[in-house]
Nanobody, 114 residues
Framework: QVQLVESGGGLVQAGGSQRLSCAAS????????MGWYRQTPGKQRDLVAQ???????TYADSVKGRFAISRDNAKNTVYLQMNSLKPEDTAVYYC????????WGQGTQVTVSS
């Protein structure tokens, strides 16, 4: 069983930056993939960014050039650095990890004010 705990959400002004953290209960070096999804009310959960165990990253087109995902295996933590935030980035952000199955965090709210 893997537990994921997100932190770093909150209110930020448009154009600002914020960093989300996702701390895992196990050794993330063995995790196939970790990343972030986001969801707004009434909409499906969409992939924002992911990083594989080899360090390969993938981003949604809407965040390319603004967001950066990274992992610190020593701290068992994955980060999402979000820059040049826009009001449309407002959502609940969920961390996930794939280790034979998919685990999810509880989500953290990010609100970008215009």
């Amino acid at each position: 069983q893997v537990q994921l705990v997100e932190s770093g959400g909150g209110l930020v002004q448009a154009g600002g930056s914020q960093r989300l953290s996702c701390a895992a209960s196990g050794s993330i070096a063995s995790f196939n993939r970790m990343g972030w999804y986001r969801q707004t009310p009434g909409k499906q959960r969409d992939l924002v960014a992911q990083i594989t165990s080899s360090g390969t990253t993938t981003y949604a087109d809407s965040v390319k050039g603004r967001f950066a995902i990274s992992r610190d295996n020593a701290k068992n933590t994955v980060y999402l650095q979000m820059n040049s935030l826009k009001p449309e980035d407002t959502a609940v952000y969920y961390c996930y990890a794939i280790v034979f199955t998919t685990y999810w965090g509880q989500g953290t709210q990010v609100t970008v004010s215009s």
